[in-house]
């Protein structure tokens, strides 16, 4: 869709000649006779919108013929050295471009072609152009076009501009918009683009386990103990990994010649090495497990370099390498992509405390580098659709990259086919305009965006827009919510019917059904948060299921129907939408039962792993158990107090179908036979004191077999950031440690291994919860001050082997102090 916009001839570029003098023009474009494609698509861009503005046709030509009159000189050519020998300035970047006129005659010429395409829709915008989503934008009508009177010249605040959106894949779109990132198809025509390979997460693509870990399974990571190739990393100190991965990147540089930068980047997991040569690395490098990763990295791209001086190599900042190492600086061909993965998305990093250890972060790696990248997240990855107000984080934080020498940024929002993320093309046009020019007035942008694609329903849309942001803008102006790129945020129930209002409102605005359709595809946001809201499950009279179950089925059933309707074809992260066609119609209730006396209150859903929902202390009138957050795609199976069956203590749990006795009105015994032979028992005893669990192994088979247990109890701190956790010695001492502190990541974990571990349990100071066990190996706590805030003790009994007629057993016992 075009919007056309009447402007007066002094809305148009202010000079002293006319290129187009009422509909008509005596100017000729020009570009060389050997134009690159990028060049030739300037020239033919705007030829096109110059048409579509004025009515005028300009002639295009090369700068073979005699061309008499006045000239638009677009690209380098034989006629610009003649007209303008200056320009362009030698100084300026390939990206970059200049506009000004000679004369009579007008130059339009970058530093490279894609510079020269650039320079094109610069003067378009100038005119009043816009290209908002590849189907909308907004030219304008003018029957006189001036020359301008003061010259021009742009060059992009980053190196390399990724707005990663579906929306933003478009060729067009992208190239108008002036990004140039690997995942937008653009092309020859284009100028091309930066173009990696692979994108990322290479680890296993340079030394592949299936081809090396049978025979060499020290090049792989050493974990627990172990050299494991599932979910774990490589030995990077080992001079065969890297003399593979080297070869493996001369090879895809080989068949890869359109690539300029080549990825030798961690997988998408934890599983570092814990090898004596790996640790001793760290430990020269801070601690800090960067270390040896941009060493491996530097040692490659040192090899490279000597046959390929101009590839570049990738490598991450990410996740466990977040923190930069003390000792080692990346070459000069090497970038780094520092991942921003755990901060709050809804308020800049400078002045959020919850992402205060991110700012360290950022700054510590612009100081030791000056080809810094940066991968920044822009959506909720497990719900798309869920409303994300993080505009003023981008307003605050682009500029603020280009003031600490970042020179990329990759900003991944939702991707997945067909699109339809939550604001999507909205926010995909603001991060491009941020991308080559972050001084732009971000509240502008969504203004000129809402107008241009909404028309008469803007105000409303923009109403809501603010709506929104006040969940997360800090008192006074708003209730002061962090945002997080998993979790789902406690929004209040005015954002929902206000907002509906709102939609109601821009939908009765809009000019036209085209503008409505958008309205209603945007209202899918609102619909998605009221969904997840009406499937929060609840104990009810000893049934464990949401308040209507029947109801909410009908209602995801039309929702799905909306959102197919409007393109969209995945929801979450990685999923088709008929995962979520099958997760609401396979919703059921389960039944509940409860064990009770003076003190305690526990409410257990057999179905469900055996796992507790609900721990009540009745003295203390208080839940102890963390609701189920609503971003755990495998809810209602989440959550409360669980027991969980496994081969090692780094593999999914095993399914468990238990079969329930009761024995007697205190406990609760569970059986179950395993796939594998194993016989299991779950038992839960409730006494005054508090809840215990037992959860034995026996192997009845004639064959040796691997197993562990774990319990697992995730617990509602009341105040996370006043919580601490506290450990008891034989000694009598304790050890105490302040789970959220400045500086630091909101979240954490704690891991202990026999000897090390408690021995008169553990327990959180002030809310009181309390564990303790027996048989267990290993503990681990983990705590986030994430949406829902939260702490998880782990009890993990020894890997072990267990022969014919052993067993393995496991206690836990939870209560209040």
């Not at 992208?174 to 937008?184: I, K, L, T």
């Not at 814990?274 to 960067?290: I, K, L, N, Y």
């Not at 039309?558 to 919703?587: K, V, Y």
């Not at 105040?719 to 990541?745: M, N, Y």
Request: charged content about 25%.
């Amino acid at each position: 869709m075009k919007l056309a916009l009447l402007l007066p001839a002094t809305a148009a570029l202010l000079g002293a000649a006319d290129l187009v003098r009422d509909g008509a023009s005596r100017h000729t474009i020009v570009i060389s006779r050997a134009a690159a494609p990028a060049e030739r698509r300037a020239a033919e861009e705007l030829q096109k919108f110059l048409r579509e503005i004025s009515g005028a046709s300009l002639p295009l030509a090369d700068d073979s013929r005699r061309l008499r009159g006045p000239l638009l000189l677009v690209g380098r050519s034989g006629l610009l050295r003649r007209v303008a020998p200056d320009l362009p300035p030698p100084d300026l970047g390939p990206e970059g471009f200049v506009i000004a006129a000679r004369g009579q005659h007008l130059v339009i010429a970058g530093g490279g072609p894609r510079g020269t395409l650039y320079g094109v829709y610069e003067f378009l915008e100038r005119l009043g152009c816009r290209w908002f989503t590849a189907d909308v934008s907004r030219i304008p009508r003018l029957r006189t076009i001036l020359l301008p009177g003061t010259p021009v010249r742009q060059e992009p605040a980053f190196e390399y501009r990724e707005p990663f959106f579906t929306e933003a894949f478009d060729r067009d779109w992208a190239a108008r918009n002036r990004a140039n990132g690997h995942h937008a198809q653009l092309d020859e025509s284009t100028g091309g683009k930066i173009s990696y390979y692979p994108f990322v997460h290479s680890f296993y693509q340079l030394v592949p386990p299936e081809k090396y870990f049978a025979d060499h399974p020290e090049y792989f990571s050493l974990i627990d103990g172990r050299r494991r190739a599932e979910r774990g990393q490589l030995c990077l100190t080992h001079p065969e990994v890297l003399r593979i991965a080297t070869a493996a990147v001369e090879r895809w540089i080989a068949e890869h010649p359109e690539a300029t930068i080549f990825s030798v980047s961690q997988n998408d997991w934890e599983g570092w090495c814990e090898c004596d040569r790996c640790r001793r690395v760290e430990e020269e490098e801070g601690g800090a497990h960067s270390g040896p990763v941009l060493r491996f990295v530097n040692a490659l791209a040192e090899q490279i370099e000597s046959r390929h001086p101009d590839r570049l190599i990738d490598t991450l900042a990410y996740w466990y390498t977040e923190a930069p190492p003390a000792r080692v600086r990346p070459r000069r061909n090497v970038r780094v992509r520092l991942c921003p993965i755990g901060i709050c998305t809804a308020h800049s990093f400078a002045t959020c405390p919850r992402s205060a250890y991110f700012y360290r972060n950022l700054q510590a790696w612009s100081k030791i580098t000056g080809q810094l990248y940066v991968w920044h997240y822009n959506t909720n990855f497990t719900h798309y659709l869920l409303p994300f107000p993080d505009f003023d984080e981008l307003a605050a934080d682009i500029p603020l990259y280009r003031r600490l020498g970042v020179k990329g940024l990759f900003m991944q929002g939702a991707y997945p086919p067909g699109g339809g993320g939550e604001m999507s093309w909205l926010r995909a046009w603001v991060i491009a305009r941020l991308l080559w020019d972050p001084t732009r007035d971000a509240s502008k942008l969504v203004d000129e965006f809402l107008e241009g694609v909404y028309g008469r329903a803007a105000g409303p849309l923009r109403k809501y827009f603010d709506l929104l942001h006040s969940e997360v803008r800090p008192a006074p102006a708003g209730r002061g919510l962090h945002l997080w790129i998993f979790n789902v945020p406690d929004y209040s129930p005015r954002l929902l019917e206000e907002g509906m209002r709102l939609f109601d409102e821009a939908e009765k605005a809009a000019a036209g059904e085209a503008v409505r359709r958008r309205i209603r595809k945007d209202r899918l946001s609102l619909e998605y948060l009221s969904l997840l809201w009406d499937l929060r499950y609840e104990v009810r009279e000893g049934r464990y299921a949401p308040p209507d179950l029947a109801a909410l089925r009908e209602k995801a059933r039309a929702f799905l129907a909306s959102a197919r309707e409007h393109g969209l074809q995945s929801l979450h992260e990685g999923r088709s939408i008929d995962f979520d066609g099958n997760f609401f119609a396979g919703l059921r209730e389960y039944e509940v039962l409860s064990l009770e006396n003076r003190q305690w209150r526990v409410d257990v859903v057999p179905e469900l792993g055996g796992r507790v929902v609900r721990l009540f202390d009745k003295a203390g009138g208080r839940e102890l158990l963390r609701r189920p957050p609503l971003h755990d795609l495998r809810y209602p199976d989440a959550g409360g107090i669980a027991a969980t069956l496994h081969r090692d203590r780094h593999s999914s749990p095993w399914p468990v179908r238990w079969r329930v006795e009761r024995p007697a009105q205190d406990q609760i015994l569970l059986s179950a036979p395993l796939e594998s032979g194993l016989q299991a028992q779950h038992r839960i005893v409730l006494s005054q004191r508090g809840l215990a669990l037992e959860t034995r192994l026996a192997n009845p088979t004639a064959e040796t077999l691997e197993a562990a247990i774990a319990h697992r109890a995730e617990i509602d701190p009341v105040d996370i950031d006043a919580e601490a956790l506290v450990l008891a010695h034989a000694s009598g001492a304790t050890t105490r440690r302040k789970l959220i502190e400045p500086e630091k990541e909101p979240a954490g974990r704690l891991l202990l291994d026999a000897p090390g571990l408690p021995a008169g349990g553990w327990w959180l100071e002030p809310s009181g919860f309390f564990a303790s066990f027996e048989e267990a190996a290993r503990v681990a706590a983990q705590w986030t001050a994430k949406t829902p805030p939260g702490v998880t003790l782990v009890h993990w009994t020894g890997e072990q082997r267990l022969a014919p007629g052993g067993a393995l057993r496991l206690e836990s016992f939870y209560s209040r102090r």
